[in-house]
């Protein structure tokens, strides 16, 4: 440890392991599934690693371990907001009150139209094909809907 005025600065020595793929694994095995370790996550274990170890890719390696360790994805905490209870949709009182429009595309060329627009009304499930580009715009999709 130097001290140089406020700032101090810690100089570690990592010991370098060599393209052993068997030996690397078995580095991150201890430092990410042992009871000590608790399956931290990503970069915890690349800091607990990294405290002695080091070679050429470490931490990418070791997110590919976490990622791909069972345990960590079984205890996984999600993120993500859970999904709110499903609504249904509102049910329509008249003939094309709600439309569903859709676009059925990578069509081989036929007659200068490569996609068909389907628009479908949500009262009668009755639905109209109309024969598109792929490259009409969303004024010219408004013109023929
Ligand atoms: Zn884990």
Avoid at 9 to 28: A, N
Avoid at 41 to 60: A, I, S
Wanted: glycine content about 4%; overall charge positive; aromatic content about 6%.
């Amino acid at each position: 440890m130097v001290d140089r005025g406020r700032i101090s600065v810690e100089r570690r020595e990592s010991i370098y392991v060599p393209k052993d793929e068997k030996l690397r694994v078995e580095i991150i095995q201890l430092h990410h599934d042992t009871l000590i370790a608790e399956h931290r996550g990503q970069w915890k274990t690349v800091e607990l690693v990294t405290r002695n170890y080091w070679w050429p890719g470490v931490t990418k390696k070791v997110k590919r371990y976490v990622e791909g360790c069972n345990q960590c994805q079984r205890m996984k905490n999600r993120a993500e907001k859970l999904a709110g209870k499903l609504r249904p949709n509102q049910i329509p009182e008249r003939l094309w009150q709600h439309i569903l429009v859709d676009f059925i595309m990578k069509l081989p060329m036929s007659k200068g139209h490569d996609s068909i627009l389907v628009i479908c009304n949500r009262f009668l499930k009755m639905s109209h094909f109309v024969a598109t580009t792929k490259k009409n715009d969303s004024r010219k999709i408004g013109e023929v809907v």
